[in-house]
T-cell receptor, first 111, second 118 residues
Framework: GESVGLHLPTLSVQEGDNSIINCAYS??????FIWYKQESGKGPQFIID?????DKRQGQRVTVLLNKTVKHLSLQIAATQPGDSAVYFC??????????FGAGTILRVKS | GAVVSQHPSRVICKSGTSVKIECRSL??????MFWYRQFPKQSLMLMAT?????????EQGVEKDKFLINHASLTLSTLTVTSAHPEDSSFYIC??????????????FGPGTRLLVL
């Protein structure tokens, strides 16, 4: 399978601040992207998705931005809470509904 | 919401033995399920696509004779790690593909199975 990165960068934020997690994808033909949250010892949990015909999508406390020109995604979490501490992965959908995951970012929320 | 379960949640086995992991979609039918492997502090890597009623398709570099996949029903896929070795120790995660309205397909993930081979 594909491998994107072998280490996880860490983002530390103060409780109540906004968090921005970034992701670069490789396939310019990808047209559907998903952000997942993974807590320790658990499977990934869907957060928000975006299609390539959009450049921004908002959910509850989360916003995803897509820049197709530079093949970049970001996840913004407003008013970050301790429960947001987890590993966050972006994923792109490939042919056959296959998900290709990015390297992931550890989010640590300091109280 | 859609629920996917895995059993067991964790397993410890001796080197050379085989281990079977089950993935079940509890409240929907899934003709397609996926198996992923995740090593510590790394991302999920797709191992294979499990298709109900047909052979699984494996990603490049994944040995099909070592990781046997059986998708015997629309709610169950099994992954058997044969002749397990310590390097097979990992977190194995499945997902099930659910068809929603408007031809939208969404993957729902199981909670994962922690395998430790001694």
């Amino acid at each position: 399978g594909e491998s994107v990165g072998l280490h996880l960068p860490t983002l530390s934020v103060q409780e109540g601040d906004n968090s921005i997690i970034n992701c670069a994808y490789s396939n310019s033909a990808s047209d559907y992207f998903i952000w997942y949250k993974q807590e320790s010892g658990k499977g990934p949990q869907f957060i928000i998705d975006i299609r390539s015909n959009m450049d921004k999508r908002q959910g509850q406390r989360v916003t995803v931005l897509l820049n197709k020109t530079v093949k970049h995604l970001s996840l913004q979490i407003a008013a970050t809470q301790p429960g947001d501490s987890a590993v966050y992965f972006c994923a792109e959908i490939r042919y056959g509904n296959k998900l290709v995951f990015g390297a992931g970012t550890i989010l640590r929320v300091k109280s | 919401g859609a629920v996917v379960s895995q059993h067991p949640s964790r397993v410890i086995c001796k080197s050379g033995t085989s281990v079977k992991i089950e993935c079940r979609s509890l409240d929907f039918q899934a003709t397609t399920m996926f198996w992923y492997r995740q090593f510590p502090k790394q991302s999920l890597m797709l191992m294979a696509t499990s298709n109900e009623g047909s052979k699984a398709t494996y990603e490049q570099g994944v040995e099909k004779d070592k990781f046997l996949i059986n998708h015997a029903s629309l709610t169950l896929s099994t992954l058997t790690v044969t002749s397990a070795h310590p390097e097979d120790s990992s977190f194995y995660i499945c997902s099930a593909l659910r068809l929603a309205g408007g031809n939208q397909e969404t993957q729902y993930f199981g909670p994962g199975t922690r395998l430790l081979v001694l």
